[in-house]
């Protein structure tokens, strides 16, 4: 079968990506074989993987270069049933064409208020570029830090309404075990009984990527 070959991108900073793709890549990782490819020069996924004691916890993580790293989801994708790549934030436009050039879905975390929002619509724009190439590329965006304790705001609801790229209906709450799952270097799933509820997001979000 191909591999499912997975980007989480995002031009402005600080969204959620590295954490989106690190847990997804554990996620996936309970499933099949995975590899987490990762494109940021400041290397925060392998980092995160680094600082983990050697434990079956998260995949294997390669750094690979923006330019290249059409060559590198190929080879991956050889040998792995998902494949995610961690794209860092201000990513050249080519770099990110290249990027969703080479993947089936790109994810593009959102935080859920509408200024933070309309700050990520560039990648709108981007995702129907990259479609000229590839046009079976599908795009979402995943709302981050989401409150537990209010829905969203009928202004958010309104954004995304008007957003060309539609929104995953499961998200990431705003949790401590996703901070602390980063300083562990560990996933949600990799803290046991501490990171349970945030291990449900990151399932219903698989489960629903997968059966898209
Ligand atoms: N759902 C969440 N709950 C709590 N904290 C979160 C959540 N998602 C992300 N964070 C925290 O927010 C910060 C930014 O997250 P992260 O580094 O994943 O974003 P990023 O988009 O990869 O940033 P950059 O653009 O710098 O690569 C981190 O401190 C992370 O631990
Ligand atoms: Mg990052």
């Not at 089936?104 to 975390?109: A, E, H, S």
């Not at 560990?186 to 997968?210: P, Q």
Request: charge should be positive; charged fraction near 20%; include cysteine.
């Amino acid at each position: 079968m191909a591999a499912l070959r997975i980007a989480i991108a995002n031009q402005k900073g600080g969204t959620g990506k590295t954490t989106l793709t690190v847990n997804l890549a554990a996620g996936f990782h309970r499933r099949g074989a995975t590899v987490l490819l990762d494109a940021d020069p400041q290397g925060s996924a392998a980092h995160w993987a680094r600082l983990g004691e050697a434990g079956d916890d998260l995949p294997p993580v390669r750094s690979v270069d923006a330019e290249t790293v059409g060559a590198g989801v190929a080879r991956a994708a050889r040998a792995s049933r998902y494949v995610l790549v961690d794209c860092p934030p201000h990513l050249q436009s080519a770099a990110l064409q290249r990027v969703m050039g080479a993947v089936d879905l790109v994810l593009i975390p959102v935080l859920p208020s509408p200024l933070d929002l309309w700050a990520s619509v560039g990648m709108t724009a981007a995702v129907q570029d990259a479609r000229r190439g590839n046009s079976r590329l599908r795009a979402y965006l995943v709302l981050n830090q989401i409150d537990r304790r209010n829905a969203l705001s009928g202004a958010m609801r309104e954004a995304l309404a008007e957003f060309e790229v539609p929104a995953l209906a499961n998200g990431m709450t705003r949790r401590a075990a996703f901070r602390s799952a980063a300083l562990e270097g560990r996933s949600v799933y990799g803290l046991g009984s501490r990171g349970a509820n945030a291990a449900r997001d990151v399932e219903a979000i698989i489960e629903e990527v997968t059966g898209l």
